[in-house]
């Protein structure tokens, strides 16, 4: 795999995913969509042969059949590529899901996913692959806005890094689900989070640690 940074102003798309239809219909999608597409049916066919300096937007399936997705992730991540991905899990998948955005993800996907969130999610990836200059600044921004959160909603903000359903917050914190979801709309609009995936990213480049609980 070659390795440095990606072109923000290519629409070159790279999926890996374990199902040959899969990858037939994702790749049918986006070049109708005006992105050029190249599909790999595995993590080492992607790793192996890809020019990682020739795509800037790339979707990773997280259970793939030689490595799972947060393995390529990490690979990445160690390469010092700036391509920020999205990675398909299956519902209701949350500590995943915070797994795969610690791992690097720019965005996760739920399967089924609509056409629309998901050109979005990849468009917006694309946006964001950047140079590491880049993500210190957009780090500094991020921690300014956690300075405006109460301390009891710094606290309902770490069990969301930690991987727990709203329902599992409620409960740890001894409130209800709707407080619950009143906080994280407070905290969504402290942070200028207009979707949990961004939250959840503000959330770990303000480096707000995990609940232990």
Same mark, same amino acid.
């Given at each position: 795999?070659a ?5 923000p102003?290519?629409? &070159? ?8 239809r899969? %990858? ?6 986006? /070049?109708? $969509?005006? !992105?050029?597409? #190249?599909?790999?049916?595995?993590a080492?066919d992607f ?14 399936? %997280? ?11 990490? =690979? ?9 991905? #999205?990675?398909?899990?299956?519902? $209701? ?6 797994r795969?955005l610690?791992?690097?993800? !720019?965005?996760?996907? @739920? ?12 468009? &917006?990836?694309?946006? @964001? +692959? &950047?140079?590491?200059?880049? =993500?210190? +600044?957009r780090?500094?921004?991020a ?11 710094? @606290?309902?903000?770490? =069990?969301?890094?930690s991987? %727990?359903?709203?329902? /599992?917050?409620?409960?740890r914190?001894?409130?209800? =689900?709707?407080t619950? /979801?009143? !906080?994280?709309?407070?905290?969504s609009?402290?942070? &200028?989070?207009?979707? #949990? ?11 707000i640690h995990?609940?232990? /609980?």
């Amino acid at each position: 795999m070659a390795a440095g940074s990606c072109r923000p102003d290519s629409r &070159q798309i790279a999926i890996v995913v374990g199902s040959r239809r899969d %990858a037939e219909s994702l790749s049918a999608l986006l /070049e109708e $969509n005006g !992105y050029s597409a #190249t599909s790999y049916l595995s993590a080492w066919d992607f790793l192996d042969v890809a020019d990682i300096g020739a795509v800037s937007g790339l979707l990773i399936d %997280a259970d793939l059949p030689d490595m799972d997705g947060f393995a390529v992730l990490d =690979h990445l991540r160690g390469s010092g590529v700036s391509v920020r991905p #999205t990675v398909l899990l299956g519902p $209701n998948e949350v500590r995943l899901a915070v797994r795969a955005l610690r791992a690097g993800a !720019y965005d996760y996907v @739920e399967r089924p996913a609509s056409p629309a969130i998901l050109l979005d999610s990849l468009e &917006q990836g694309r946006r @964001e +692959s &950047q140079p590491p200059a880049a =993500h210190r +600044s957009r780090d500094s921004i991020a921690a300014d806005r956690f300075l405006s959160l109460s301390d009891r909603e710094v @606290e309902v903000l770490r =069990h969301l890094v930690s991987g %727990a359903r709203r329902k /599992e917050i409620a409960a740890r914190l001894g409130i209800s =689900h709707r407080t619950v /979801e009143v !906080y994280l709309s407070r905290i969504s609009r402290k942070m &200028q989070a207009k979707s #949990t995936p961004e939250l959840i990213r503000l959330a770990l480049a303000a480096d707000i640690h995990p609940s232990r /609980e």
